[in-house]
């Protein structure tokens, strides 16, 4: 007998504003689920809370506390019902009605091409725009011509599936419009071509900014923090510790460290990488910005992890994703600056969720004017990254060619998420600014979560 499809993804909202909603999902195990139900979670701008995880290796139990951030974002539920269903192993032939979402052929690849006046702050409001529309940016390529307009190649996947008809694609077309207003030119919705394939390899990198991002040694960066500030220093703590004698079957892995976002996916990503399963599992609630994660695992033969190498390799990686969610830095161009981010891209090819959303929003927040962007897949210390670059315009604001500035926006012996970037960034303006921007010590967490 099977589930039915309504017991197998519950969501109950929150009775009072501000409330968490309660997503709890019941169906057969998999390794990796964890992860993907954690990255349909934050591609729909929400937060994870808290949560608690139980499998008897066959059929599992996943309760998610979640709140939308910003809270005035309009989740649309039965989306994100539908988007969960698609990634839970059927319950019975009749599971799923949508079976095309479970099917292995990726989805199909659309290109968006945007014709703009330039303005500050417009990438941002598009990508907005395919976020709302549970629209998944892939690549993109972003020009500015010497006559002050932009063009905008967005290469986008659906979550709905739906980009094949018109009215999907009308729908599209109707909401940038609407958001851009006068500063649209024109906008173009079609299949993607070989330009595609094209896009996939990344243009070069600077040996000292590749360096910078994929070096194999940003755990010894914890040891060099005696300049930093108590809130500074703070971020870069994390612990892994193990623990073989309270199970018989199972290797307790007790995790701790400053709460930051995606952290649980994070987590669930890289054990998913290593083909771990996780029997039990709690993410407590954040406790003086710090969390608490307790996680009981077994090797996908049954066994417990006893070889001290896999332990080794394993609090390794976690401890790094942990420090490390994304890697930043600012590299000369000539007379451009240069922005780099890059995160790890899942062993399945899937990209960090919404990691373009939260730099361009970073950037339109500092005043800060992007001359060209780019995203592209790049091969590095045994892994692939998404790399995401971006050619900054000199703001009144903040001059981007002072160098102490600079420094402050980057420094290599500690800053590695672009959030504490920003942080340090923001640090230099005047006060008045932290009235406007959110990336203050204060509000660092809140911002971030």
């Not at 020009?143 to 290469?155: E, I, W």
Request: one cysteine or more; a negative charge; hydrophobic letters at 35%.
């Amino acid at each position: 007998m099977g589930v039915h499809s309504d017991d197998v993804v519950l969501i109950q909202k929150g009775k009072q504003p501000g409330e968490p909603c309660v997503i709890t999902v019941n169906c057969p195990d998999k390794t990796g689920l964890g992860c993907d139900l954690c990255r349909i979670i934050l591609e729909f701008g929400l937060c994870i809370t808290r949560g608690d995880v139980s499998t008897d290796g066959r059929w599992c139990y996943v309760v998610l506390w979640v709140v939308p951030h910003p809270v005035s974002l309009t989740i649309s539920w039965g989306n994100l019902k539908n988007r969960l269903l698609s990634v839970c192993p059927s319950c019975s032939v009749s599971f799923y009605f949508n079976q095309h979402s479970s099917r292995s052929t990726p989805s199909p690849v659309y290109l968006l091409k945007l014709f703009c006046l330039n303005r500050k702050g417009l990438l941002h409001d598009v990508t907005q725009v395919l976020c709302e529309l549970e629209l998944t940016i892939q690549r993109v390529k972003v020009m500015t011509t010497p006559d002050g307009r932009v063009m905008d190649l967005f290469f986008i996947t659906d979550g709905m599936e739906l980009l094949h008809t018109k009215k999907r694609q009308d729908e599209t077309c109707e909401q940038l419009n609407s958001v851009l207003g006068e500063s649209c030119v024109s906008c173009e919705l079609q299949l993607a071509g070989p330009e595609y394939e094209i896009q996939q390899e990344f243009s070069s990198i600077l040996p000292v900014a590749a360096e910078e991002l994929f070096g194999c040694e940003l755990l010894d960066k914890e040891t060099r923090t005696q300049a930093l500030s108590a809130d500074l220093t703070k971020l870069k703590k994390a612990s892994v510790t193990i623990d073989n004698s309270l199970s018989p079957a199972h290797t307790l892995f007790q995790m701790h460290c400053v709460d930051q976002k995606c952290l649980l996916y994070d987590i669930m990503r890289t054990l998913k990488d290593c083909n771990i399963q996780i029997a039990y599992g709690r993410y407590s609630s954040s406790m003086n910005d710090y969390r608490d994660v307790d996680l009981f695992l077994q090797q996908t033969d049954g066994k417990k992890i006893v070889d001290p190498e896999k332990q080794s390799t394993l609090c390794s990686r976690l401890k790094v994703e942990m420090l490390h969610p994304l890697r930043v830095t600012i590299a000369n161009r000539g007379p451009d600056t240069e922005l780099l981010v890059a995160n790890p891209v899942e062993l399945s090819g899937k990209g960090r969720p919404r990691v373009f959303y939260d730099v361009t929003l970073a950037l339109k927040m500092l005043g800060i004017c992007i001359f060209s962007a780019e995203i592209g897949r790049y091969s590095a210390s045994g892994r692939q990254w998404e790399v995401y670059k971006f050619l900054l315009e000199e703001s009144h604001e903040f001059r981007l060619s002072n160098s102490q500035a600079r420094t402050q926006v980057v420094d290599r012996d500690y800053s590695s998420s672009l959030c504490e970037r920003v942080l340090v960034f923001s640090s230099s303006l005047q006060q008045a600014a932290d009235e406007v921007l959110p990336f203050t010590i204060p509000n660092l967490r809140e911002w971030w979560k």
